[in-house]
Structure formats: structure tokens, C-alpha cells
């Protein structure tokens, strides 16, 4: 059994995007309010752009948010993500049973665990960044 699998046994939700990218280097983004404004339903520029630099540099984009992933809201993410312009290489969505500051370190540690180098997280909460998730960047 792959690590994947693994993962999904344990109820992380993932959506696997990944194609050849140079070295293994992830960045991470938390999703609302941190590249999404939940209040004004757009994109949040300076960290939209930070994004487009990841992606024009051949660095793997990482989604991990505290949403649920199961049933509709996993599609309705997905959808929202799609008409933002957002793609991505990985994108985690954490297990209703799961608390979000202990599901966010889980799952950058799967990330490392899987092989990839994180350069940075990014997120509007403490637990969005921290151990395993490179460069700390609290907004």
C-alpha cells in the first residue's frame, strides 16, 4: 500500500494533480482568507500573485484547508477553486473527526512524508503555518 492510500485510509482527503516539477519543492496555501476573501468572495491579490510566482517557477502548488472534505463540499471546493483560475498539484481537505491545528501539521508532515521539500506555508492562522512547513508566512 502507497503512502497515498495510506493517507486516505486515514481519512485525509486528497486530490492529486501532480506532473514532473523540479526538485520536489511545494509551496503551501491555506485557502480562505488567506488567497480567498470569504467576505468579498475574490481572490486576495499580493498572495494570488505569490501563487502565480510558485507556479511560473515550476514549484508544486499545495491547497491544505481546514473545509471538509466529504460529500458536496468537497465538489463545491473543487468548482470554486476551478473558477478562480486556481489550480493546483495537491489539495487536502481535512477529516470531519479531525481537529484543524492537529489536521494542518498532519498533513504538511504527509507532505514531507511523500517526498516533497516545502519552501514556505502560507495561511491567516498560526496552525496554518509551523513545524513541517518551511518558511512561516502569517497574514
Known amino acids: 500500500m502507497d503512502k497515498y492510500q495510506l493517507a486516505k485510509q486515514k481519512g485525509i482527503y486528497q486530490i492529486d494533480n501532480r506532473d514532473k ?9 491555506d485557502i480562505d482568507d ?6 468579498t468572495n475574490k481572490l486576495i491579490e499580493p498572495i494570488h500573485e505569490l501563487y502565480q510566482y510558485a507556479l511560473k517557477n515550476n514549484v508544486y502548488v ?5 473545509r471538509d472534505g ?4 468537497k465538489d463545491l471546493s473543487i468548482q470554486q477553486l476551478k473558477s478562480l483560475g486556481l489550480s493546483y ?4 481537505f481535512r477529516p470531519p473527526y479531525m481537529e484543524v491545528k492537529k489536521y494542518k501539521k498532519y498533513a504538511r ?10 519552501l514556505f506555508s502560507i ?14 508566512i502569517l497574514i
Open 21 to 29: 516539477k523540479i526538485n520536489n519543492h511545494v509551496a503551501i496555501f
Open 34 to 39: 488567506t488567497i480567498f476573501n470569504t467576505k
Open 62 to 66: 499545495i491547497f491544505i484547508t481546514a
Open 70 to 73: 466529504s460529500g458536496i463540499n
Open 89 to 92: 498539484d495537491l489539495l487536502y
Open 109 to 118: 508532515k504527509n507532505v514531507i512524508d511523500t517526498g516533497y521539500k516545502p
Open 123 to 136: 495561511g491567516d492562522m498560526h496552525w496554518d503555518i509551523g513545524e513541517y512547513g518551511g518558511f512561516g
